[in-house]
């Protein structure tokens, strides 16, 4: 089956708009699921009512706190704190602008600048398509394409 599910706790914040057009330029659903057990079983669910409707659309399981467009309040409160930068992910590697720190006056609150000798850096990924981390998500990501 091949559909997505966003989360939930992300889009509460940042709404789904965004995936729409993922949605219609690849052929594939989306569904906005919360974190509760039973909501991505749901979300599944929806997922495949699409594919066996012939539909390919972002769809809204996370109703009680999900909205189309986002907490706009959070949004403005986000852009304020943060800037866009470059981001190492686990297993993937470095992409550009995937990335947020925080801005202006606001990096005096950053607990990782404040810790550098303890925190460790993620090691690069290795250059096989599997890498040696505690997680195999880097992998199906990836490979998904």
């Known amino acids: 089956m091949q559909a997505f599910l966003a989360t939930g706790h992300v889009c509460a914040v940042m709404g789904w708009r ?25 979300g599944v669910l929806m997922a495949v009512r699409q594919l066996a409707q012939g539909r390919c659309e972002v769809e809204n399981q996370y109703v009680r706190a999900v ?13 304020t704190v943060f800037r866009v930068t470059d981001r190492a992910w686990r297993g993937i590697g470095e992409l550009p602008g995937s990335g947020l720190e925080l801005a202006g006056e606001y990096p005096r609150f950053d607990a990782a600048g404040r810790t550098k000798e303890v925190l460790q850096p993620w090691p690069s990924p290795a250059p096989s398509p599997i890498t040696r981390t505690t997680s195999s998500c880097s992998v199906t990501v990836r490979e998904a394409g």
């Open 67 to 79: 909205r189309r467009s986002g907490n706009t309040e959070a949004q403005g409160a986000v852009r």
């Open 18 to 42: 965004e995936y729409e057009p993922i949605a219609d330029q690849y052929r594939v659903p989306i569904v906005v699921t919360g974190c509760e057990p039973l909501d991505p079983l749901e």
